[in-house]
């Protein structure tokens, strides 16, 4: 079956030090992969996304990700984490001929002074 | 601007009701989305469609409809209210696969 898996619930990263946050997927074909930000009480906002060409795609607000097939991985990365960054983050894959998209459960993200 | 707007923001209505959540879109996406998020669950999907007058079932579409009569709007019913029904409810919009979504800002419903 297909699914999405966000092994962390809850991350506390102090500011300033760096982030990364771990998405896994199963799928049978070459998937869409997204990151999301949900601010408190907000709607999600796009981080960015992959759907092919270089692996490593840069995003807003400083985010990077990597896709890495062999692993079925595809991380979310931030080299130096700042206090607004405090939010929830959801990783999505899409796969095949459909447009709806499969979300992780989230991973909540704590950043302290 | 373009935007994708929902309506109510809030509600509270009393078990067995019908509930109609709006979802307003002036993207001119063919293809929208409406999920429920609760706690340790993520994102779920309820319905979907890709285009007017199509709709399909997503993963929790037991007690929800969805009609689409223009590319504009795709409200969600809830036909008689439960109150494993409360929940937040987001609508989304895209234009292809490719693109991602366009979250609107979500209702929140409580079942009471």
């Known amino acids: 079956a297909q699914s999405v898996t966000q092994p962390d619930i809850h991350i506390t990263v102090s500011e300033g030090a760096s982030l990364e946050l771990r998405c896994n997927y199963s799928?049978?074909?070459?998937?869409?992969l997204f990151w999301y930000v949900q601010s408190p009480g907000q709607g999600l906002q796009l981080l960015l996304k992959?759907?092919?060409?270089?692996?490593l795609v840069q995003g807003i607000k400083g985010f990077e990700a990597e896709f890495k097939r062999s692993q079925s991985s595809f991380n979310l990365r931030k080299p130096s984490v700042h206090w607004s960054d405090a939010a929830e983050y959801f990783c999505a894959v899409g796969a095949g001929s459909g447009y709806a998209l499969n979300f992780g459960k989230g991973t909540s993200l704590l950043v302290t002074p | 601007d373009a935007e994708i707007t929902q309506s109510p923001r809030h509600k509270i209505t009393e078990t067995g009701r019908q509930v109609t959540l709006a979802c307003h879109q002036t993207?001119?996406?063919?293809?929208m989305f409406w999920y429920r998020q609760d706690l340790g669950h993520g994102l779920r999907l309820i319905h979907y469609s890709y285009g007017v007058h199509d709709t399909n079932k997503g993963e929790v579409s037991d007690g929800y409809s969805v009609s689409r009569s223009n590319t504009e709007d795709l409200p969600l019913t809830l036909e008689s209210a439960a109150s494993s029904q409360t929940s937040v409810y987001f609508c989304?919009?895209?234009?292809?696969?490719?693109?991602?979504?366009?979250f609107g800002s979500g209702t929140r419903l409580t079942v009471v």
């Open positions: 799928y049978g074909a070459t998937p869409y």
């Open positions: 989304a919009s895209s234009p292809d696969r490719t693109y991602g979504y366009t």
């Open positions: 992959y759907f092919s060409g270089d692996t």
């Open positions: 993207w001119n996406h063919n293809n």
